[in-house]
């Protein structure tokens, strides 16, 4: 399991998300589908990072849309 802090999965997760987004906006209006798959194939890796690795570091458990500075199940801080 990758062992990163939760806050930077989430800043990545973010940042494919963005990144897709635009790319699939783009190829939209500019209609090249290209573009389109490759922005939808972004966010769909954003998405598998998201439920793979955004977890608590100690219990392991999903965080979901948790921000805090601590786990919600087991009450650890997070890195």
């Given at each position: 399991?990758?062992?990163?802090?939760?806050?930077?999965?989430?800043?990545?997760?973010?940042?494919?998300?963005?990144?897709?987004?635009?790319?699939?906006?783009?190829?939209?209006?500019?209609?090249?589908?290209?573009?389109?798959?490759?922005?939808?194939?972004?966010?769909?890796?954003?998405?598998?990072?998201h439920?793979?690795?955004?977890?608590?570091?100690?219990?392991?458990?999903?965080?979901d849309?948790?921000?805090?500075?601590?786990?919600?199940?087991?009450?650890?801080?997070?890195?």
């Amino acid at each position: 399991m990758w062992k990163d802090s939760p806050r930077a999965v989430r800043k990545i997760v973010l940042r494919l998300c963005t990144a897709g987004a635009v790319l699939a906006l783009g190829g939209a209006l500019v209609q090249s589908a290209l573009l389109i798959v490759a922005g939808l194939l972004l966010l769909i890796v954003a998405l598998v990072l998201h439920f793979t690795y955004y977890r608590c570091p100690h219990c392991g458990r999903f965080l979901d849309r948790s921000t805090g500075a601590y786990c919600p199940y087991c009450g650890k801080k997070m890195e």
